[in-house]
């Protein structure tokens, strides 16, 4: 920097004195403000119901349909199922378990707000009410609602971002998830994990209508499935019975492809092999 020379003016004179110079401090160089690039933009951040609503299309798709490996697990036991999975839109979905062959053909439907099971032992379809949603599905910690998805986490609660968090290593929204009034759901509460970069889920809390957690939903083996990034492992934990917790695996997905609205039938889930 070029060496600033003092400036020095006279102040005026008073009787009897010589008149002193007055020192007068060189001016600092102006400070340069710093601002941020033209073109950087910082994004809002998503509402609450927007990111359920994209997490939930994203592990529904318009269509998905593929072998689900079920494996429910107790402290003197493990069942292994293997399931054929169809779904279209959000209210119709048809299971069909493969194996293990004493339950093979054993079917759930689901269209529109009704759902059957069919059990091929007695050759009878039996439609489930309401208010056995809650109960488990052929004996797993999933229950009925849990599989087929009757209520909507989109439509039949309300949502809010209560922090944003880093959970098994991926920065996530946490969002709280009550019932509307006068929903016909059943859960008290939901707490819901999702991944911030691309809205697939990490986990999810369930709450009785006591505010008791009851059990535990946790994603893992995050990967490219058919046309998107979904979690293929599903892992399901009772809270309320020790060791004993259920996992579903996709071994072989497809999404958005045709399929047959015969499949979600009545006379189809009747269809012995």
Do not use: C
Not at 65 to 78: K, R
Not at 130 to 152: C, I, R, T
Request: hydrophobic residues 35%; glycine residues 4%; neutral net charge.
């Amino acid at each position: 920097m070029p060496e600033v020379t003092p400036r020095i003016e006279n102040a005026p004179p008073t009787a009897g004195t010589e008149p002193e110079p007055v020192v007068v401090p060189p001016r600092a160089p102006a400070k340069e403000e710093k601002t941020a690039p033209a073109d950087t933009v910082v994004a809002p951040r998503p509402e609450a119901r927007e990111i359920v609503k994209k997490s939930d299309d994203l592990m529904r798709g318009d269509t998905a349909q593929g072998i689900y490996i079920m494996e429910i697990t107790t402290p003197s036991w493990t069942r292994t199922l293997e399931l054929s999975v169809f779904s279209k839109g959000r209210d119709r979905v048809f299971i069909r378990i493969l194996s293990p062959a004493k339950e093979a053909d054993t079917g759930t439907l689901r269209l529109d707000n009704e759902m059957w099971n069919f059990l091929p032992r007695i050759e009878k379809v039996i439609k489930i009410p309401p208010s056995m949603m809650l109960q488990s599905w052929m004996g797993s910690d999933f229950a009925n609602d849990d599989l087929v998805k009757e209520n909507s986490i989109v439509e039949d609660y309300t949502h809010r971002i209560v922090a944003e968090e880093t959970l098994n290593g991926h920065a996530t929204y946490k969002i709280e998830l009550i019932p509307k009034p006068g929903a016909a759901v059943i859960w008290g509460r939901l707490d819901y994990w999702i991944r911030r970069a691309d809205f697939v889920p990490i986990r999810q809390d369930f709450y009785d209508e006591r505010g008791r957690m009851v059990k535990r939903l946790d994603y893992s083996d995050i990967e490219q499935v058919s046309d998107r990034t979904v979690p293929r492992t599903w892992l399901m934990t009772n809270l309320l019975k020790d060791g004993k917790s259920t996992r579903i695996y996709l071994k072989d997905v497809v999404y958005n492809q045709p399929i047959d609205d015969n499949i979600f039938t009545l006379s189809n889930l009747k269809r012995l092999k």
